[in-house]
């Protein structure tokens, strides 16, 4: 027989057993709220490969004819990227407000190496074996130059210092979607070809770049909420979704040219002033 009162009491001590591993745990190994949200932009980047895949690449290599398929599944992979880039942006602000765990920084790389280095890769190479006019190969090593770009570029993030605010080369989700923008636009394959190494140029680049917060991080997601309709649109071939789509990838890789002008002409406005002020010194 078992005496009630006894299994009580080893229920007891096996609940405060259990309490104390959980106090005892290491802090490393602890995720916070930010930490579960960066693992949602890796599981975006996941499937965005695998829709990429399975949508587009597959149908084309066993000859299947289902367009519509294609479509589908092109929208579906830039959206858990556009996904991706919403989780990015809330672990941070949540880590700021909130604690951070240990690991996580080290789990914000990984993850955007994820979702903004290995899938737009992967888009721009499978781009380069379904487009017409593509050089497998040719695509095959702009798509490497991709990758290395945000690798070194997440690299340079976690050892290099820079002042409150700003970026030191085009942020990773802002790249891969200014990437993905490029193919959809659909233009001859040399001029895509170039645009694309010189957004990974300008991701390992010394240009600044302000970072999301405040009234710059609301534009930026309503921006990623109104490309994410525009690409609903495109996919379900609703009536101006092509042109639609195309306004915004067009606007979404001006803004990405037109920031790094804006940096430098600062820059050459600084060190203009700084000459101006180094001879007024030396006036008697």
Not at 58 to 79: K, N, Q, Y
Request: with cysteine.
């Amino acid at each position: 027989m078992i005496d009630p009162d006894t299994q009580a009491g080893w229920a007891a001590e096996a609940e405060a057993e259990e309490e104390d591993d959980a106090e005892d745990m290491p802090l490393s190994l602890r995720l916070s709220i930010a930490d579960t949200l960066t693992l949602g932009n890796a599981t975006c980047g996941f499937m965005a490969v695998y829709f990429t895949t399975t949508g587009i690449l597959i149908p084309h290599l066993t000859g299947s004819d289902e367009s519509g398929m294609a479509r589908h599944s092109a929208a579906t992979a830039v959206i858990l990227m556009l996904a991706a880039a919403i989780f990015d942006l809330f672990d941070g602000l949540v880590a700021r407000k909130l604690r951070s765990s240990p690991m996580g920084a080290e789990l914000d790389n990984l993850s955007d190496l994820i979702s903004f280095g290995l899938a737009p890769a992967y888009f721009v190479l499978v781009y380069g074996m379904v487009a017409d006019d593509a050089h497998q190969r040719v695509s095959a090593l702009a798509a490497v130059v991709v990758l290395l770009a945000v690798v070194l570029r997440l690299a340079r993030f976690s050892c290099v210092t820079m002042k409150d605010g700003m970026f030191q080369g085009m942020p990773s989700p802002f790249g891969a979607l200014t990437v993905i923008s490029i193919v959809l636009l659909e233009l001859p394959f040399v001029p895509t070809l170039l645009a694309i190494i010189g957004v990974a140029w300008l991701m390992v680049s010394r240009v600044e770049y302000p970072k999301p917060r405040g009234i710059l991080a609301v534009a930026m997601l309503s921006w990623i909420v109104a490309a994410m309709g525009l690409l609903a649109a495109w996919a379900f071939d609703a009536p101006g979704g092509q042109l639609l789509l195309q306004t915004g990838c067009a606007l979404q890789v001006v803004t990405g040219a037109v920031i790094p002008l804006f940096a430098t002409a600062r820059r050459v406005n600084t060190f203009r002033g700084n000459r101006r002020e180094a001879r007024a010194a030396q006036l008697p």
